[in-house]
Every structure is written in C-alpha cells, then in structure tokens.
C-alpha cells in the first residue's frame, strides 16, 4: 500500500527516490560513494527544515495520517494482558471507541480508546472514530468500573468529532457527553488522557477530563476543525490553514494556554514514520505520570482536577 | 418621458438584527411570518398569537418575566472578553465584540444574578443569543460558574435560562474547556444537594447543549426550540438526508427522553416556581396582582 504523503513533503520524497535511483544504478564513478553520502545528507538536513517548521495546518494534515499509530496500536504495544470490554448495557456497543482491563508496568489499568481504522473497511465499521451517545456511555462505564476497582484510567484521544447524525441526537449526544464531563470530576482513580490524533470539540472532550492531559506534537484538540470554523467565518472550507493558524491547536498552543501539561515529540516526520519511537515515547510518559498520580490521596486528586478546569478561561474582571 | 419613473431607492442598514422583533409598531412572527401589532405579541409574552410560536426573548425580557420585581441583582455585569487567541480574522474579536456590544446593548452573552422567583430566592443566568447568538466564550462559562458558586455559598437553587447558537471559535479551546468548568460546578450542585433547573429555549445547542444546559435536576424547555448536539444543517451534509419534521424540536427531544417538562410562556414562571419550591421544601408565594406588581 503506498504510503499517504502531502504537498508540503515533496521535496522529501524526490530526494529519497533520487537517493534510491542512484543506489540502483551503481556506476562506475569513483565519487558515487561520496555523492550517496551528499545526498544522504541533505536529506536528513531537508527533513529537518521542513518538519521542524511545520505549520498549524501541516500538523493537522500528519494527525489525520492513514498509517497514524491508532489507540489499539498503543494498547497492543505498551500495555499487556488486555481484555476488551464491549458494550455501553443500554443500546449497544460502539466500535469507534474500545474500553477494556490491562496491565501497565506490571500494574493493573482500565483504557478508553477513541479508535479509527487504518483503511476504508475498518474506518467504516469504526465509523472514523465518531462515536454515538452509547460510545460515551460505555467509556462511562468502564471508567465507574475502574473506580469501583482502584483502577487508574488512561484515556487515548483521537476522533474527528462525535457524529452528527439521525441517531445520535435521538439517542441524546448533548446529554451523553454533558454526563461523561460532568462525572468524570467525581471519579475517585487517576485520570490520565493523551492526544494521540485528533482532538475535535465536545467528542474528545466527552471522555477528556482528566488529572494529567498530554499531546503529541503533530496532534491537535479545538473546539473545531479547521475546516468548520473557516467554513462558518469564511464561508469557505479551503480557508482552512487560516483558521488552523488562528485557532491556536497545536500542542504547542494548548501548552502555552495550560490546557494541557504536557507535549510528546514525535519521530521526525511524524508517529507514523517511527511507530515504536511513538509509543515508548508515550510509555515514558504514562510511566512518570501513573506514578505520580498514584502516589496522590483521593481528595487531592479531585480537587486539583476541579481547580484545574476551575481556572480555564480569559477575562477581564 | 416614462410614465412611471424608477424611484432611487438607497439602501438602509437595518438598526435591529434582523431575529429581533423591531421596536416599531409592528412585529412578525418569526415562523408563520404574521404581522401583528407590536403591542399585542408583546402582550402575548413574544408569543405569536396567529401559530404560538415563541419568539427569542432578550436577557432583559426575560428577567422581566421571571423575577419578581425589584428582586433581581445583577452580578458581574462587567466581566468582557479578552481576546486570549489574538485570533486572526478579516475584523479582530475586540471589535467583533465591541459592535454585539453596541448593537445589543449586552456586555457579553449572559446576564447572572440573584433575584426571587414567586418569592424563592434564587442564583440566575439568562442567555441572550442577540450577542454571537450566545456562544460560549471564557466570559460566559465563567458567569455560569458563578451562578452555581453563588447557589451552594447561599444555599439558593440556580436556574439557568439557557441559549447557543454554537461554539465561540474566536476563543478556540478555551471556548470548549468552558464545558468542563461549568458542568464541574453542576457536580459540586449536586453533591452539595442544591437544586438546579435549565430552561432550555430556542435555539439550544452545541456546546451549552453538551455541557450545564443537558444536567439540570429537572430540566425545562419551551415548546418547539431547537435543541441539538450537531447542527441540522451538518447532519443534512453528513448524511445527505432531509431530515423528518420537527427532528431536534423540544417535542421530540422530550419523546426521546431528554426533557422533563415543556411549558408554555406564560406558564414557565409558575412551573419554575412550583419545581424549585417542592425541591427545597418551600411554600410558593402567592402570585402578585398586576397592581402590585411595580418594579
């Protein structure tokens, strides 16, 4: 399967097949060791230039990436023992979002994954990430069962929004999602939540409240997508690097803002170029954090966690 | 020479936003487009007398109709938006704001307070979706907050007239993070075992929606408001479906389970009463007599 590029990494990609045309075709020139070398060289320089200046809207593009490492990849890699747990106990269960037990460092753990799928069948049957009501219900449930069993919870983001659909509403989004912030300020275990994709409004922030709230560095979380604000200002979807730039939702960003605690580098060039580096670097992360956060008597953590949400927001007195 | 000759018209910049019921001696109905005289709807509480659909009512109209005279005490009313992102648009959100301000006459989109109910006194916000149609910036998740600040340090009920038109993009995430501060204060609401009613009104959606507007002890809305989570115009372009009639209206999202009571206009301040008073084991006063009823 070809590998999803974009625009701004052309460049790169002529210089690697350039570099891979001359592996190729050896030739009898007795500087073709040294030119690899050259070439080599301004590639790795190339690459840094344009990845570690990435726009806004670039980022956007690397979170929305086919081959981006997804919750279960995370799950299957850093975690053990895993046992998924299906189903929200009223209506059905929701495939864009897994929730399951296992084992973290040894320790026992309850995660809440928000999952897409990597190609079009599986992104059907996940429904690209956007979950119904029972999909946050179900991350409520296992969440009030975490709690029963002092259990932390670690909560991986990634979904385009909730869905907007027939259904949904029917079934009650506002509602589900208001429920999910609302009680998650009352549950009793650790919280500890990373972007690991898209970050889109009240769907992310449906199982988003949480003690700890990490990023990746080519993820993004906002209120909107780029594309719907610059079609609600602009009346125009294809202003959307513009808007990606004015909402502020990078890593960077939200850090700057203190929404978030923490940014997670990612391999040059995104997760998806270097899925192991991904995960160990959010192994890292969860390995301090979980420790940090257990250590914690109940009452602290849940006024901090109020304190926290308590102080968001820019005004004039 | 023509016999009838083109009047030259100029075009005149309307002083009212349009969903707004002109101050002028007539006034249309903003659903089955009837005009009737400005003194009756207003009499009618904005209420169409032709089809009884209820108009989008201001902050003050609003106070108006629901506190007892003389009661209400406006807090905070100077709290405004900052403009946190430095958000870059064709107009900056300063002045974005600065023209709601003047053309509403609001500081931002919320008015709190205290005030009495039939005699219960009581922690109030009152959405007004003439300001960004009541989105929900820093400013009005914080004023929301305080009502249910003010509620458990008084020990009074809350009641939230609640508004939005979608979300306050000039504000980014800080717009959704406001979600979780105020629905974090409606926990605290309960464990404290203070009753809070919403009174959800057209339209009602959104980020209001997903957050305090949907986690009221018993929550109240009145007939035919649009109430959602999505848009029906991004569901329309999500599903390419028409959807079916009266699809996210009080009447159905009460059918579907999500709404306690619907209550006609003139009813809704005798039905708050009546559901704050049993929930905290109080007599209703009795209602004032137009006479005495002089703010």
Redesign the interface.
Known sequence: MAVQTFDFERPILELEDKIETFRNEPDDDPNAGKNLRRLEKELADLKTKVYSNLTPMQRVLLARHMMRPRSLDYIQTIFTDWVEIKGDRNFRDDPALVTGLARFDGKPVAIVGQQKGKDTNENVHRNFGMMHPEGYRKAMRLIRLAERFQLPVVILIDTPG?????G????????A???N???M??IRVPLIGAVIGEGA??GA??V??VDYMMMFENSW????SPEG?AA??WRDAAMAP?AA?????TAT??LE?Q?IDESLPEPLGGAHRDPKAAMETLRQALLRQLKRLSAKSVDKLLKER?AK??A?????? | MAWFKKQQFTALRATTPRDRVPDGLCAKCAHCGSIVLSRDMEENLLVCPKCGRHQRMNAAQRIEQLVDPGTFVETHATLASKDPLKFKDVRSYPEQIRRYQKRSGLVEAVITGRGKISGIDTSLGFMDSNFIMASMGSVVGEKVTRVFESAIENRIPAVVVCAAGGARMQEGILSLMQMAKTSSLVAKMREAGIPYVPVLTDPCGAGVAASFASLGDVIIAEPEALIYFAGPRVIEQTIRQVLPKGFQRSEFVQEHGFIDVIVQRADLKSTLANILAILTHQEVAPAPSASEAVG
Do not use: N
């Not at chain 1, 979380?221 to 909107?224: E, F, M, N």
């Open positions: 909730a869905y907007p659909g027939i949904a509403e029917e079934r009650g989004q506002a509602e999602i208001a429920r912030i609302m009680e300020f009352t409004s009240g922030l449906g988003g409240v979380y906002c209120v909107i604000c609600i200002l513009s730039d004015a909402l502020k939702l960003d939200l803002l929404v109020q949400y308590r968001m927001g820019v005004y004039a007195e």
